[in-house]
């Protein structure tokens, strides 16, 4: 890779996504808020490739040889013809990993998740950190986290996060606000850390949205990334005639990692209901969320931003699969504030669906949204206060 001739000071970030995109997205609304800024950025993304995460005008960007999740636990790594990785794929990536920082040089490094999670990626980020840690000048390099982590199955493993900590970082960015959910709520040895906590805001795109004319006076159905939403998919093409939105025109927005066969069957079911759209996941589905009449969707941490900042009414069904906890805790915290109206995964129905719909449609809309949403701006200017 050719180092450019740039004045500005540069920051590599590393994300690896694994199951849905959402980690891709908020770390990228983040890398777009810096260069506009005044740094250089390398955005280094080691998921699979996104056809919806948008421009990156301004942004380097490097793709690691692509790897993803077996399933919702997170435990077994596929490289990109489906096959589990082994030590020649990590030899691959630790080589690519390591020319890129030699080559761009920067002066802050981010990892997006790690150590906090991401575990598998020990295997090549380790290492990679030893080398940046016995590097001359030595940048600072911090780590990035969403407000909730998921709940810890195996709580032993956080000491290992205390010494990675320790050993190769000088901070955590968490994407969060205290006064809604603390940090220690869900990393209980937070106060062990040695390293400072920097609390941001929420990240969210409010530049750059795509226009759009889709999406107006409609119900949007959207799941994520991933390949987890057909339970509610096909709900809420039963509970649109039990609801009070049976009138409206229902855009279901598919991700393209569902099977072939489940979208299908699912483009199947609505040829049946006029009214209904299955459309496939857009990148303009901010733009659409604040001209819509309704949004359903999982808790994920981007698409709740979004439909915050939108000022949009919505239901959330937070995914629940393997050891899932963070979209629950988030759901009911922003329903007890009154900001959407929460379904339980285990609950989930037409009929149940259908008075959750209503309740979110006779709410009046809000007039502001409930949390600090300009975490992406708030980063850049702290990183600028931390430069070394």
Not at 299 to 321: D, I, K, Q, W
Request: aromatic content about 6%.
């Amino acid at each position: 890779m050719t180092t450019p001739n740039s004045p500005l000071p540069r920051i590599l970030i590393y994300v690896q996504h694994l199951l849905g995109v959402g980690h891709l997205h908020r770390i990228a609304a983040i890398a777009r808020a810096l260069a506009k800024q005044d740094f250089a950025v390398l955005l280094v993304s080691g998921g699979y490739p996104d056809p919806t995460l948008g421009r990156l005008d301004g942004i380097r960007f490097a793709q690691l040889p692509p790897a993803r999740a077996a399933d919702a636990s997170f435990r077994i790594v596929l490289d990109e013809a489906g096959q589990q990785v082994d030590e020649a794929w990590w030899d691959k990536r630790r080589a690519a990993l390591f020319s890129l920082f030699d080559d761009w040089r920067p002066a802050i490094v981010i990892t997006e998740l790690f150590p906090y999670a991401r575990r598998p990626m020990r295997h090549e980020l380790l290492p990679w950190l030893a080398h940046i840690r016995s590097s001359q000048p030595r940048p600072l390099v911090l780590s990035s986290v969403r407000d909730i982590l998921v709940d810890r199955t195996k709580p032993e493993r956080d000491l290992d996060v205390l010494n990675w900590l320790d050993s190769y970082y000088d901070g955590t960015l968490v994407h969060g606000d205290p006064a809604f959910i603390p940090f220690e709520q869900t990393f209980p040895l937070a106060h062990r850390i040695s390293t400072p906590l920097h609390y941001t805001g929420y990240i969210v795109e409010h530049e750059d949205l795509l226009p759009t004319s889709a999406g107006r006076d409609e119900v949007l159905v959207s799941a994520g990334g991933g390949a987890v939403g057909m339970p509610l998919f096909n709900a809420a093409i039963a509970a649109r005639p039990l609801s009070q939105a049976a009138g409206l025109t229902w855009r279901l927005l598919v991700s393209r990692n569902e099977s072939d066969a489940d979208v299908a069957a699912l483009r199947a079911q609505a040829a049946s209901q006029p009214g209904v759209i299955v459309d496939w996941a857009r990148p303009d589905f901010p733009g659409m969320l604040r001209q819509c009449r309704l949004s359903i969707s999982k808790a994920g941490y981007n698409t709740v931003m979004e439909t915050l900042a939108a000022r949009a009414r919505a239901v959330v069904v937070p995914f629940s699969g393997g050891d899932e906890t963070e979209q629950a805790l988030r759901a009911d915290l922003l329903a007890q504030r009154g900001a959407v109206q929460a379904l339980r995964e285990s609950d989930l129905s037409p009929a149940n669906l259908a008075q959750a719909v209503d309740r979110a449609l006779a709410q009046p809309l809000p007039e502001k949204p409930v949390l600090d949403l300009n975490g992406a701006a708030n980063t850049a200017a702290l990183l600028h206060r931390l430069l070394p």
